[in-house]
C-alpha cells in the first residue's frame, strides 16, 4: 500500500479486526539467497515489551531491521497507557481528531510501534522521540538521522522497517489478494517482467504478479517516489533478486538487496534495502553513535600532507 502518513482517514478498506497473538515466525522467503543474506528476517513483536533483542541484533548484524504486528495486538496496552499523549506527541491532535474507532486505533499502534522500534534501535526512551513527516507522508525522526524508517499497513497488519545503511522501504499486501495479470500487467510489469509472466500458468500469475506489486511499491517507497514513479519503468528476476530495467538488464551494482516473505500466514511482506557503502558504525545509539566512515574522511583530511590537513601551511 502506500504511505500510510495520509491515507489512513481515507483509506476506504475496512480495517481488519483480528486480536489473535499468533506467535510464530515470518515464513518462507521468496528472494535469492544473497538478499535474504542481507535483509533481517522479519520480527513478531505483540506490544511494547518486544522482542526488541531480536530487533537490535538484526541492526547489528544486518544494518536493518523489519517489525510487524497487528493494531489489535497492541490496542490493549496502547489506549490504557497513562503517558499514551507523550507518546504520541505531535500526531496526539490527529488521533483524537480521528473519528472513525478502527482507523483511530489502527493510526495510533502504527505511530507508537514505529516509534518502539526507532526507540529500540536508537537505544533511546520512545517519548523521547519526534516523529515526524516528509512531503507525501514518509515518517522521519527529527534531528535522528542515524536511521531511516518506512512504514506500511493493510487490512489489520502494520509493519515497520529501520536501517542504519541506507534507504529502505517496507511493503504488504493480503497473500490471497486476486490480481488481474490482464487487467493490470501494462500498469505493473515491465516488457521482461509480462514476458516471463505470461510464460506462467494462468493460475500462478496472480500471486507472481502480488509479488512484483510489493516489491515495487517497497522500492519507490525507499527512494521517496510511491506511485509517481511507473512501475512499468524498472522491473525484477523471478527469484526477486536485482533491480532490473524495463529489458531486464541489471539496473544496479549490488547496493540494493530485496525480500519477499509470508507473516502470520496471510500476508505478503516486501523489503527494499539500499546500502550507501558510508556507514560502517554498527552503534545506532542515538547518544553514542559516531560514522566511522565520515570520521575517517576527516581523518585523511587533516593527514600530514592531504590538502588542507596539518603541516600544510594552511590558514586555521
Known amino acids: 500500500m502506500n504511505s500510510p502518513a495520509d491515507t489512513f482517514p481515507t483509506d476506504p478498506r475496512p480495517a481488519g479486526t483480528g486480536h489473535a497473538i499468533a506467535s510464530v515466525r515470518a515464513g518462507p522467503a521468496e528472494a535469492g539467497p544473497a538478499d ?20 537490535r541484533e538484526g541492526m547489528r548484524s544486518r544494518g536493518n531491521a523489519v517489525v510487524f504486528t497487528t493494531w489489535g495486538q497492541w490496542l490493549g496496552t496502547a489506549v490504557t497507557d497513562p503517558g499514551l499523549r507523550p507518546l504520541l506527541g505531535g500526531d496526539w491532535q490527529r488521533y483524537r481528531r480521528t473519528e472513525d474507532p478502527l482507523i483511530r486505533f489502527r493510526f495510533l499502534t502504527s505511530r507508537l510501534v514505529t516509534k518502539y522500534t526507532a526507540a529500540a534501535v536508537l537505544d533511546a526512551r520512545a517519548t523521547d522521540l519526534n516523529l515526524a513527516y516528509k512531503i507525501g507522508g514518509r515518517p522521519y525522526l527529527r534531528g535522528l538521522d542515524q536511521v531511516d524508517i518506512s512504514l506500511t499497513h493493510t487490512d489489520d497488519l502494520i509493519a515497520v522497517a529501520v536501517s542504519r545503511t541506507g534507504r529502505i522501504g517496507v511493503d504488504a499486501e493480503p497473500a490471497g489478494r486476486a490480481m488481474s495479470f490482464d487487467l493490470l500487467h501494462s500498469h505493473v510489469c515491465s516488457p521482461a517482467e509480462r514476458a516471463e509472466l505470461e510464460l506462467l500458468p494462468a493460475g500462478r500469475r496472480s500471486a507472481a504478479l502480488l509479488r512484483l506489486w510489493t516489491l515495487k511499491e517497497a522500492y519507490t517507497k525507499a527512494i521517496g517516489q510511491g506511485l509517481r514513479l511507473g512501475f512499468t519503468e524498472f522491473g525484477f528476476g523471478a527469484d526477486g533478486e536485482g533491480l532490473l530495467a524495463p529489458d531486464g538488464r541489471p539496473a544496479s551494482r549490488g547496493e540494493w538487496a530485496f525480500s519477499t516473505r509470508r507473516v502470520l500466514g496471510r500476508y505478503l511482506l516486501s523489503v527494499a534495502s539500499h546500502d550507501a557503502g558510508l556507514d560502517s558504525s554498527r552503534d545506532t545509539a542515538a547518544h553514542t553513535m559516531l560514522d566511522e566512515g565520515f570520521m575517517g574522511a576527516v581523518a585523511d583530511l587533516l593527514a600530514p600532507g592531504a590538502p588542507g590537513g596539518a603541516g600544510t601551511g594552511a590558514a586555521p
Open 36 to 55: 535474504l543474506d542481507r535483509i533481517s528476517e522479519p520480527v513478531h513483536v505483540v506490544g511494547p515489551d518486544g522482542p526488541w533483542h531480536r530487533v
